[in-house]
T-cell receptor, first 116, second 107 residues
Framework: DGGITQSPKYLFRKEGQNVTLSCEQN?????MYWYRQDPGQGLRLIYY???????QKGDIAEGYSVSREKKESFPLTVTSAQKNPTAFYLC???????????????FGQGTRLTVV | SQQGEEDPQALSIQEGENATMNCSYK?????LQWYRQNSGRGLVHLIL?????REKHSGRLRVTLDTSKKSSSLLITASRAADTASYFC???????FGTGTSLTVIP
């Protein structure tokens, strides 16, 4: 089945530790995205990537880092510099950026990160 | 940020009634999309409307777009308990999402 997979579903980390969230897609999509969602809130864009080896900061990139070494994979690292990392993280992919070709985004099921 | 804003923030209706939610955005767009999120899950695409379209239908969904007012509305007709979810609009090349409308359909 084609889709986008995030792992793990739940993640607990101690304060001050870096943690990496996995996102893999087998849809052959060029563009990938990371969002953060806080309780009862909308989605805020952290980073996005249009193509392999290229990525751009979103609205809330501070304290996060990404890489795009393979088309299928777009891991997100939450660093110790992120002041309030506890949140629900969503990864998405699309054939191209939304404004080109009227493409839609496909989402993973999310990773709930809790920092204690 | 190009983030849109949905209105109302929360909506509670009886099963069988229609639900209308609105989205306002700030910049010019090529298209606007609506997504649905069940609690604790990822978002699912519902419908896309292009900037040169004024209305679009998909099953029980009806979307309108007014680019002069920078606004869109999503109408769900004959709602069901299974429609209970949060609904978001998205605009911009990077899929900027609004704050969402939480819809509760009471059986």
């Amino acid at each position: 089945d084609g889709g986008i997979t995030q792992s793990p579903k739940y993640l607990f980390r101690k304060e001050g530790q870096n943690v990496t969230l996995s996102c893999e897609q087998n849809l052959n999509h060029d563009a990938m995205y990371w969002y953060r969602q806080d309780p009862g809130q909308g989605l805020r864009l952290i980073y996005y990537s249009q193509i392999v080896n290229d990525f751009q900061k979103g609205d809330i990139a501070e304290g996060y880092s990404v890489s795009r070494e393979k088309k299928e994979s777009f891991p997100l690292t939450v660093t110790s510099a992120q002041k309030n990392p506890t949140a629900f993280y969503l990864c998405a992919s699309s054939r191209s950026l939304a404004g080109w070709g009227n493409t839609e985004a496909f989402f993973g099921q999310g990773t709930r990160l809790t920092v204690v | 940020s190009q983030q849109g804003e949905e209105d109302p923030q929360a909506l509670s209706i009886q099963e069988g009634e229609n639900a209308t939610m609105n989205c306002s955005y700030k910049t010019s767009i090529n298209n606007l999309q609506w997504y649905r999120q069940n609690s604790g899950r990822g978002l699912v695409h519902l419908i896309l409307i292009r900037s040169n379209e004024r209305e679009k239908h998909s099953g029980r969904l009806r979307v309108t777009l007014d680019t002069s007012k920078k606004s869109s509305s999503l109408l769900i007709t004959a709602s069901r308990a299974a429609d209970t979810a949060s609904y978001f609009c998205a605009t911009g090349n990077q899929f900027y999402f609004g704050t969402g409308t939480s819809l509760t359909v009471i059986p």
